[in-house]
């Protein structure tokens, strides 16, 4: 799961980080697998993998708050519908948790993405970080379920 969230930060994420290594570092700071070990151990996140021939290529997951919080491809597995599917399962859940709305922090990168899977932007870019996402939300219906 490190891997490709790392890979996937550092190589599909440009438009983000600018190849700016501090940046790049920032933002993987907490992708190391100590990281995404204390992920997986926070009751308030629930994470998913998609794997393809014994490898994952994609990193999802949600708190139980409503929010995506990961939503992540392998640089190989970009444009397959992993992405698409990773989210869909992710929309599911949190329906499946009691959300009639879910929200995120799309990357400059992922907007588009985002906006054609449905999703509104909800608020100006975040600031505080070397990395600032996009707030975006939207609306659950039952047809969310897969």
């Not at 998609?50 to 139980?64: K, P, T």
Request: charged residues 20%; aromatic residues 6%.
């Amino acid at each position: 799961m490190s891997d490709v969230l790392t890979a996937s930060i550092t190589e599909l994420c440009a438009a983000d980080h600018g190849n700016d290594p501090g940046a790049i570092a920032a933002w993987t700071a907490n992708k190391t697998p100590h990281g995404v070990g204390a992920m997986l151990a926070s009751p308030d996140t629930q994470a998913y993998v998609a794997e393809r021939q014994g490898g994952i290529v994609g990193v999802g997951a949600i708190s139980r708050t409503g929010m995506v919080t990961l939503n992540y491809v392998s640089p190989e597995a970009r444009y397959t519908g992993v992405s698409k599917a990773l989210l869909s399962r992710l929309e599911s859940e949190l329906l499946t948790l009691g959300h009639r709305e879910g929200r995120l922090e799309a990357t400059a990168t992922a907007i588009e993405f985002y906006r054609r899977a449905g999703w509104i932007g909800d608020g100006p870019q975040a600031e505080g970080r070397r990395v600032n996402g996009f707030p975006m939300r939207k609306l659950f219906t039952a047809e969310v379920r897969p």
